[in-house]
């Protein structure tokens, strides 16, 4: 069995919820396919690993809201 890395307990320590953890790793793996023009990700793996990766290293911030979604 394949060990994920990042872990789910490892990536949990840098966000308030898992839905918050999900948001943030989608939007930053979106940017990064739109980014690549010249298949950079198929080298470096697929965009949402590398964005979970990036999260754990603590390369992306993100501000959590008070107010919610409306």
Avoid: C, H, W
């Amino acid at each position: 069995m394949m060990m994920n890395r990042p872990s789910l307990d490892e990536l949990m320590k840098k966000a308030d919820s898992r839905y918050t953890l999900v948001v943030v790793a989608a939007k930053r793996a979106r940017t990064l396919m739109e980014k690549d023009t010249e298949g950079i990700t198929s080298e470096t793996g697929k965009p949402v690993t590398r964005a979970l990766k990036e999260i754990a290293a603590e390369r992306i911030r993100f501000q959590p809201t008070k107010e919610g979604i409306k």
